[in-house]
């Protein structure tokens, strides 16, 4: 398992791989398979979050590879949709079962004590409850927060997803949660002990860095992060 520090943060971003998303489910949806929990002092939460579309899971499948985190459990209810409860009949059912298996994973995990990596949007209060419950239980937040400068261009992600065989996403659902994941920016720069901000509008770009000894802030910040640069 890699460090995660600020220079190894920026050459795992110039790194990224787009890989269509074939290829990248395939991979994480075996991952969310692993059942090894390793639990001990240095318990790591990786939480890789943004809005739907903004491209978290092709930042998944780049961070676990570069660092090494293979042999983690991975928590993704897309992932878990799809390998446990997609049966071909209503969606919100089956996604509903996914969600509830998510939360069970999640909270053995606690209890457990185990390093892993969740990948989701934080649009719920009991996400944010749940992240409280790690940093209170020792859990060392490291959050990867992707975002993107238009809304359009995770609509336009989402519905290329649908016609590669991912499910639809209404519009208005998309944009609900990209709002709610642009209101939690501050609560997580200020709750992760480190922070990391990729912008993928285009080209996959490091935005941010924050830990207890390095700062990073690129010099022209997308609108996204902008109102937040006074926290990094």
């Known amino acids: 398992m890699k460090k995660v520090n600020c220079d190894n943060?920026?050459?795992?971003?110039?790194?990224?791989?787009?890989?269509d998303y074939p290829t990248r489910s395939s991979f994480l949806n075996k991952c969310c398979c692993n059942?090894?929990?390793?639990?001990?002092?240095?318990k790591i939460l990786y939480l890789i979050t943004g809005?739907?579309?903004?491209?978290?899971?092709?930042?998944s499948y780049n961070?676990?590879?570069?660092?090494?985190?293979?042999?983690?459990?991975?928590?993704?209810s897309d992932?878990?949709?799809?390998?446990?409860?997609?049966?071909?009949?209503?969606?919100e059912e089956e996604y509903n079962q996914a969600r509830q298996y998510t939360d069970d994973?999640?909270?053995?995990?606690?209890?457990?004590?185990?390093?892993?990596?969740?990948?989701?949007?934080?649009?719920?209060?009991?996400?944010h409850a749940y992240l409280m419950q790690c940093v209170a239980s020792g859990y060392?937040?490291?959050?990867?927060?992707?975002?993107?400068?238009?809304?359009?261009?995770?609509?336009q992600r989402s519905l290329k997803r649908a016609n590669?065989?991912?499910?639809?996403?209404?519009?208005?659902?998309?944009?609900d949660r990209y709002s709610k994941s642009l209101d939690s920016m501050e609560w997580l720069i200020n709750l992760s002990d480190v922070f990391v901000g990729i912008d993928t509008t285009y080209t996959p770009t490091l935005t941010c860095y924050k830990d207890s000894t390095a700062r990073y802030l690129v010099d022209n910040p997308p609108t996204w992060l902008r109102q937040y640069t006074h926290l990094l």
Do not use: M
Not at 63 to 76: E, T
């Open 79 to 91: 992932s878990y949709y799809q390998v446990f409860f997609h049966k071909q009949g209503s969606f």
């Open 140 to 155: 060392k937040i490291i959050c990867i927060f992707v975002g993107v400068d238009n809304l359009d261009i995770t609509q």
């Open 164 to 175: 590669e065989g991912f499910h639809y996403v209404p519009s208005d659902f998309i944009a």
């Open 63 to 76: 961070f676990i590879r570069n660092f090494g985190l293979q042999s983690y459990p991975y928590v993704s």
């Open 105 to 127: 994973v999640l909270n053995e995990l606690l209890v457990n004590s185990a390093t892993f990596v969740w990948e989701t949007v934080l649009s719920k209060e009991k996400k």
């Open 51 to 59: 809005g739907i579309a903004t491209g978290k899971s092709v930042v």
């Open 35 to 42: 059942k090894s929990i390793k639990g001990g002092a240095h």
């Open 9 to 19: 943060v920026k050459k795992f971003v110039d790194s990224i791989d787009i890989v």
